[in-house]
C-alpha cells in the first residue's frame, strides 16, 4: 500500500529554534498534503493544507509566519516550525492523498513529537 | 461546522469479546468516513473507508457501519485481542477536510 515518511520521528530543540520536519510520499505524488498537530488526549486538528508548487492554505488560527510549509515537488511536503516555544511542544502529523488510489484514502506518517525546553 | 463524537473515551475489555466503538456527526454533507488507528506516539493506519454512498465495510475482524441519516457509523471489533489495544479514531471528510473525533483509547486485557 501506499506508504508515507515522515521524519523526524522525535525532536527537542531549545526555545527560540527552528525545526523542520520532512513528509515525503514514496510510492506515489501527491499534489496535496495536510499537516495535522494533535495535543495530548486531543484530536488530531488540521493545520494547513500544503499544495505543490502554490501556497498553503493555513486554518483559522494558525500562524502562517511561525509554521512555514514548503511543497516543492510532488513527494516532498515540510513544516518549518520557526522560533519554537514550549507551547509548541505538540505531535505533528503529516497526510497524503493517493490520487491514484481507491477511494481517495488518506495515508498518514509516523509523526514527529515535537519537545520544545 | 462538523463536529464528531465517539462515544466511549476509554474501554477495556477481556480477551476474546467483541465490541462497539460509536462515532457520531453533526453534518451529514459528507464524503466518506474513516476508521484509523493509532498507536501511542505513532501515526495513523486506515482501518476501514466507507464512501458516502455505502452503508458498511468489512476488513478481517473488523466492521464499519455507516447512518448518514442519524449521524451516526460504528466499528466493531470481533474476537478482540491485546494487539487490538490502541486508539481508534473516526474522521469524515466533506466540504473542508477530514475532521477528526478525540478518539476511543481501547485496552485488551489478556
Known amino acids: 500500500g501506499a506508504v508515507v515518511s515522515q521524519h523526524p520521528s522525535r525532536v527537542i530543540c531549545k526555545s527560540g529554534t527552528s525545526v523542520k520536519i520532512e513528509c515525503r510520499s514514496l510510492?506515489?505524488?501527491?499534489?496535496?498534503m495536510f499537516w495535522y498537530r494533535q495535543f495530548p488526549k486531543q484530536s488530531l486538528m488540521l493545520m494547513a493544507t500544503s499544495n505543490e508548487g502554490s501556497k498553503a492554505t493555513y486554518e483559522q488560527g494558525v500562524e502562517k509566519d511561525k509554521f512555514l510549509i514548503n511543497h516543492a515537488s510532488l513527494t516532498l511536503s515540510t513544516l518549518t516550525v520557526t522560533s519554537a516555544h514550549p507551547e509548541d511542544s505538540s505531535f505533528y502529523i503529516c497526510s497524503a492523498r493517493d490520487p491514484g488510489g481507491l477511494n481517495e484514502k488518506l495515508f498518514f506518517g509516523s509523526g514527529t513529537q515535537l519537545s520544545v525546553l | 461546522k462538523q463536529e464528531v463524537t465517539q462515544i466511549p473515551a476509554a474501554l477495556s475489555v477481556p480477551e476474546g469479546e467483541n465490541l462497539v466503538l460509536n462515532c457520531s456527526f453533526t453534518d451529514s454533507a459528507i464524503y466518506n468516513l474513516q476508521w484509523f488507528r493509532q498507536d501511542p506516539g505513532k501515526g495513523l493506519t486506515s482501518l476501514l473507508l466507507?464512501?458516502?454512498?455505502?452503508r458498511e465495510q468489512t476488513s478481517g475482524r473488523l466492521n464499519a457501519s455507516l447512518d448518514k441519516s442519524s449521524g451516526r457509523s460504528t466499528l466493531y471489533i470481533a474476537a478482540s485481542q491485546p494487539g487490538d489495544s490502541a486508539t481508534y479514531l473516526c474522521?469524515?471528510?466533506?466540504?473542508?477536510?477530514?475532521?477528526f473525533g478525540k478518539g476511543t483509547r481501547l485496552s485488551v486485557i489478556a
Open positions: 466507507i464512501q458516502s454512498s455505502q
Open positions: 510510492d506515489f505524488q501527491a499534489t496535496t
Open positions: 474522521a469524515l471528510s466533506g466540504n473542508t477536510p477530514l475532521v
